[in-house]
C-alpha cells in the first residue's frame, strides 16, 4: 500500500511559475516508475512527465522545455516544476506511483493548477 499526497497548487498569470511536490509513503521500496498526469474539465487523464526508478524522464510534448521532472528517492518525494504556464495547462494535477511485482498503480488526491490569461 502506497499513499500520495500532492501540494503546490495554485493560481497562477500565464507565463508564471508553479511547483508541484508529492511525497510517497508506505510500501515505497516497492515504487518503480512516478509521473505527473493532468485532467482538464471535460478531458481525458494525461501523462504529462514520468521518471523511473533509475533517473529516466519523459514529457508530453506539450510541456517539454517548459516543464521538469525531479525525484528524490532518499527523501521519497518527486516534483514537478513548470515554468511559462499557458492557460491550456489549467487542469487538476495528480501524482502516481507504479509498483513492482504488478500492474497496480496509486493515485494522490490531486491538486488544482490554475493559469489565467
Known amino acids: 500500500q502506497v499513499q500520495l499526497v500532492e501540494s503546490g497548487g495554485g493560481s497562477v498569470q500565464a507565463g508564471g511559475s508553479l511547483r508541484l511536490s508529492c511525497e510517497a509513503s508506505g510500501s515505497i521500496s516497492r515504487i518503480n516508475a512516478m509521473g505527473w498526469y493532468r485532467q482538464a474539465p471535460g478531458k481525458q487523464r494525461e501523462l504529462v512527465a514520468g521518471?523511473?526508478?533509475?533517473?529516466?524522464?519523459n514529457y508530453a510534448d506539450s510541456v517539454k522545455g517548459r516543464f521538469t521532472i525531479s525525484r528524490d528517492n532518499a527523501k521519497n518525494m518527486v516534483y514537478l516544476q513548470m515554468n511559462s504556464l499557458k492557460p491550456e495547462d489549467t487542469a487538476v494535477y495528480y501524482c502516481?506511483?507504479?509498483?513492482?511485482?504488478?500492474?497496480?498503480?496509486?493515485w494522490g488526491q490531486g491538486t488544482q493548477v490554475t493559469v489565467s490569461s
Open positions: 502516481n506511483a507504479a509498483m513492482t511485482y504488478s500492474s497496480r498503480s496509486y
Open positions: 521518471v523511473s526508478s533509475g533517473g529516466r524522464t
